[in-house]
Nanobody, 116 residues
Framework: QVQLVESGGGLVQPGGSLRLSCTAS????????MAWYRQAPGKERQLVAR????????TYAASVKGRFTISRDTPKNTVYLQMNNLKAEDTAVYYCNLNQVTGSYWGQGTQVTVSS
């Protein structure tokens, strides 16, 4: 079993910043990627950013490139999402995802609301 615990969501004004954290625990081995997804009301869940744990390579959704940064602390099995210059359209529930040889695991989600 793998557990993912997210934190750092909240309410922020447009142009503001937030930092999300996700810490994994449990039976972690053969780790491939850690990622952040988001799901807005009435929309499908979409990939925001992904980091490959082997070499640190990152990928981003076009809508967040240049504003969001994903990073990892490998010894702590933690991944971060630094979100700058937030926009109203970034409002969503953000989910942490871990992908390893035994499968794909999800956190419970953390709400991010961008509003004035």
């Amino acid at each position: 079993q793998v557990q993912l615990v997210e934190s750092g969501g909240g309410l922020v004004q447009p142009g503001g910043s937030l930092r999300l954290s996700c810490t994994a625990s449990g039976s972690i081995f053969g780790l491939r990627t850690m990622a952040w997804y988001r799901q807005a009301p009435g929309k499908e869940r979409q990939l925001v950013a992904r980091i490959f744990t082997r070499d640190g390579e990152t990928t981003y959704a076009a809508s967040v490139k240049g504003r969001f940064t994903i990073s990892r602390d490998t010894p702590k099995n933690t991944v971060y999402l630094q979100m700058n210059n937030l926009k109203a359209e970034d409002t969503a529930v953000y989910y942490c995802n871990l992908n390893q040889v035994t499968g794909s695991y999800w956190g419970q989600g953390t709400q991010v609301t961008v509003s004035s």
